[in-house]
């Protein structure tokens, strides 16, 4: 990414989540995306082609997790994971199992439990 970027620069997207080292492979990226796994300002994409830009919003599930970030700029190469975060902004990353995750489903009591 340079300091004088093109405000109305694109990337593939599948191009850019393997540029923010959000998964390992550009193949893996696309078989995320054509398996309705990600989205962008809140649309399902179907198409690894589908542009983004500075602005957007993907939500993603990856191994179990939900990553909700913003773009911040676009990759011209695969670098370092420092200049990978310099791409995005974390609006959300929810781990399996964490507490807003157990929050939001209540589990029934169990047999040795009181219901009243």
């Given at each position: 990414?340079?300091?004088?970027?093109?405000?109305?620069?694109?990337?593939?997207?599948?191009?850019?989540?393997?540029?923010?080292?959000?998964?390992?492979?550009?193949?893996?990226?696309?078989?995320?995306?054509?398996?309705?796994?990600?989205?962008?300002?809140?649309?399902?994409?179907?198409?690894?082609?589908?542009?983004?830009?500075?602005g957007d919003v993907i939500?993603?599930?990856?191994?179990?997790?939900?990553?909700?970030?913003?773009?911040?700029?676009?990759?011209?190469?695969?670098?370092?994971?420092?200049?990978?975060?310099?791409?995005?902004?974390?609006?959300?990353?929810?781990?399996?199992?964490?507490?807003?995750?157990?929050?939001?489903?209540?589990?029934?009591?169990?047999?040795?439990?009181?219901?009243?």
């Open positions: 990414m340079e300091d004088g970027e093109e405000p109305g620069r694109a990337q593939r997207l599948d191009k850019w989540l393997w540029h923010g080292r959000f998964v390992k492979t550009r193949g893996l990226a696309s078989r995320l995306i054509s398996g309705g796994m990600v989205r962008v300002n809140r649309e399902r994409v179907a198409k690894p082609s589908h542009t983004v830009r500075p939500t993603a599930t990856i191994a179990g997790r939900v990553r909700v970030v913003r773009v911040l700029g676009i990759g011209d190469r695969r670098g370092p994971p420092a200049e990978a975060r310099l791409l995005y902004e974390d609006i959300l990353s929810e781990a399996p199992g964490s507490a807003a995750g157990k929050a939001a489903v209540p589990h029934p009591p169990g047999p040795d439990q009181a219901t009243d």
